[in-house]
DNA sequence: CGAATGGTTCGGTTAGGATCGAACCATGAG
DNA sequence: CTCATGGTTCGATCCTAACCGAACCATTCG
C-alpha cells in the first residue's frame, strides 16, 4: 500500500501558511534571523521559534548561530528549486516581490552584526591571511598593525573587552570567511569613518563610494 | 506580511500521505479509478472521493468520467515535476523500507509522467548540453536538430502545442536535472518505438534491452 | 552587577480536517 | 425490473497541530 518515498512529510512542512511565508522570504538566498522571519510570516516569535525546529528538523533549512543570533536559510538548491516547483501552480497571477537592485548590493557588502561581511569583507580577509596581517592562530602580526596604522587604526586603544579581538564569521553570500570580533568592528568603525562607505537606512547594505572602494583596494594591495 | 504565491495550498493537498500516496501511482501518467485510488492510499472510497475532489478543486488531477468510472489523472507534467522535487528529500538519507530488486531499475530508468527519468534520462540530458544539441536557453541547435534525425525524429512534425518544447525537471533519484517537455516525451516514445527499451507493466521502470543501451549509447557518443 | 534583546520551552485552548459508518444516487448486467 | 457495483453525501468522532501568554535561558551592553 503505502510506500515509497515519505513524500507528505516535506509537502506538510511547506503546507503551513506561515511556514510557507518564511521559505519564500528566504528564497534569494539571504539568511534571517528567527524574528525577522517571525514578522514576515505574521505570527510571534514562540511560533516562529516552533516552525523554524520543525523546518530545521525536516532538513529544509539550516541554522548558523552567531552570537545571540540565529541565521535560518534554506538547506540547498533543491529547496529552492522545490518551491519554484509549488509557485508554477500560483503562476498565473501573483507578480514576484523582490529581487529589486538592492539585492546584488547585499551581496557587495553589508554589515554583520557590526562587521564588514559580503563580497568586500571576504576579500579583506583573505588578504589579511594571504599577506600576513594575521597569523594562523588570528593573532595580529607586525606586519598587521602596520597596515591598520595606515588607516589611522591602533588596537591598543581599543575599549577593553572580553570579546575576542579576531574571530572569522562564516559569509553566506560568498560561503567563506570574513573578519569578526572587536578588530571587525573597528575596521568597519574606520572605513564608515573615512567616508569609504556609509549605512544604507533599513537595510543591511553597505554602500562603497567610488573613490572609497579605490582607498580600500589601494590599502589592500 | 503573507504575501506572494500561495504555495501553501498546493503543498497542503500533497501533505497528506493518503493523497501522496495517490499522487505517486499516477506518476507514470496512467489514469486511474477511484476505487482502485483508495486501495492504493489504504483508505476507504468515501474518504478517497472527498481526498480525489480536493485535488481536482486545486487542479492537481483531472478527472475524466467513463460511464460508472470516474478516471483521476495528473493535471500536467508541472504536477510530476513538484512531485519528483519532493522526493529529493526523501531520497538519500532514511534508509528506505524497501529495496527489493527492483529500486536499482528504478534508478536506472523511469518514466516520469511522459518522458525519460533516473540515470539514463540525466545522462541524455547532460550530453545534449555538453555536445550543444541544446543552448543555454534549451533551444535546439541545428546539430540537435540534425543529432534527433539520427533517431527519425523531426521537431517540425510534433503536434503543435502550446506545451513548452524543452524544459528542464529535476531529477529525483540523480539530484540533476533531465528533459522534460514535448521534446522530452518525443525522444521517449522514440526511444520505444525503436525498441531501445520498453515499459514494465504496473510500474514506472523503463527496461533497455541490451542492445537498445548499446544504440542509446551510440547514439549519445 | 542589572537591563535589554534574541530565542526557546511549557501549558492550555482551539480549529481544521482525516476518517469511517450509513444512507443515497447512478450506471450497467441479466 | 432487480441486483451488483462504482461513487458521493452526510454526520459524528477523534486527533493533530497551530497559536499565544507566560516564564525562562543566553548573550551583549552599560
Same mark, same amino acid.
Given at each position: 500500500?503505502?510506500?515509497?518515498?515519505?513524500? #507528505?512529510?516535506?509537502?506538510?512542512?511547506?503546507?503551513?501558511?506561515?511556514?510557507?511565508?518564511?521559505?519564500? #522570504?528566504? =528564497?534569494?538566498? %539571504?539568511?534571517?534571523? #528567527?524574528?525577522?522571519?517571525?514578522?514576515?510570516?505574521?505570527?510571534?516569535?514562540?511560533?516562529?521559534?516552533?516552525?523554524?525546529?520543525?523546518?530545521?528538523?525536516?532538513?529544509?533549512? $539550516?541554522?548558523?548561530?552567531?552570537?545571540?543570533?540565529?541565521?535560518? %536559510?534554506?538547506?540547498?538548491?533543491?529547496? &529552492?528549486?522545490?518551491?519554484?516547483?509549488? =509557485?508554477?501552480?500560483?503562476?498565473? &497571477?501573483?507578480? *514576484?516581490?523582490? $529581487?529589486?537592485?538592492?539585492?546584488?548590493?547585499?551581496?557587495?557588502? +553589508?554589515?554583520?552584526?557590526?562587521?564588514?561581511?559580503?563580497?568586500?569583507?571576504?576579500?579583506?580577509?583573505? !588578504?589579511?591571511?594571504?599577506?600576513?596581517?594575521? #597569523?594562523?592562530?588570528?593573532?595580529? $602580526? @607586525? %606586519?598587521?598593525?602596520?597596515?591598520?596604522?595606515?588607516?589611522?587604526?591602533?588596537?591598543?586603544?581599543?575599549?577593553?573587552?572580553?570579546?575576542?579581538?579576531? !574571530?572569522?564569521?562564516?559569509?553566506?553570500?560568498?560561503? %567563506?570567511?570574513?573578519?569578526? /570580533?572587536? =578588530?571587525?568592528?573597528?575596521?568597519?568603525? +574606520?572605513?564608515?569613518?573615512?567616508?569609504?562607505? !556609509?549605512?544604507? *537606512? @533599513?537595510?543591511?547594505?553597505?554602500?562603497?563610494? *567610488? @573613490?572609497?572602494?579605490? /582607498?580600500?583596494? !589601494?590599502?589592500?594591495?
Amino acid at each position: 500500500m503505502r510506500e515509497g518515498p515519505d513524500i #507528505a512529510r516535506v509537502a506538510a512542512l511547506v503546507a503551513d501558511p506561515a511556514r510557507s511565508a518564511m521559505l519564500i #522570504a528566504l =528564497m534569494d538566498g %539571504r539568511a534571517l534571523t #528567527a524574528t525577522e522571519l517571525a514578522g514576515l510570516g505574521g505570527i510571534t516569535k514562540q511560533t516562529a521559534s516552533s516552525h523554524l525546529a520543525k523546518l530545521v528538523d525536516g532538513e529544509v533549512l $539550516t541554522v548558523e548561530a552567531q552570537g545571540r543570533h540565529r541565521y535560518f %536559510r534554506l538547506a540547498g538548491l533543491h529547496v &529552492a528549486s522545490l518551491l519554484e516547483a509549488l =509557485m508554477v501552480f500560483s503562476s498565473d &497571477a501573483a507578480p *514576484p516581490l523582490r $529581487t529589486g537592485p538592492r539585492d546584488p548590493a547585499l551581496r557587495k557588502a +553589508r554589515i554583520c552584526y557590526d562587521h564588514l561581511a559580503g563580497e568586500m569583507g571576504v576579500r579583506l580577509f583573505e !588578504r589579511m591571511q594571504a599577506d600576513h596581517w594575521l #597569523a594562523d592562530d588570528l593573532t595580529v $602580526t @607586525e %606586519r598587521g598593525n602596520d597596515k591598520l596604522a595606515e588607516i589611522g587604526l591602533n588596537l591598543g586603544n581599543l575599549p577593553p573587552s572580553n570579546r575576542p579581538l579576531c !574571530r572569522a564569521c562564516l559569509d553566506w553570500s560568498q560561503r %567563506r570567511q570574513h573578519l569578526a /570580533g572587536r =578588530m571587525g568592528k573597528a575596521i568597519l568603525d +574606520r572605513v564608515l569613518a573615512l567616508s569609504w562607505a !556609509r549605512r544604507l *537606512p @533599513e537595510s543591511r547594505i553597505i554602500c562603497f563610494s *567610488p @573613490e572609497g572602494e579605490r /582607498g580600500f583596494n !589601494r590599502w589592500l594591495s
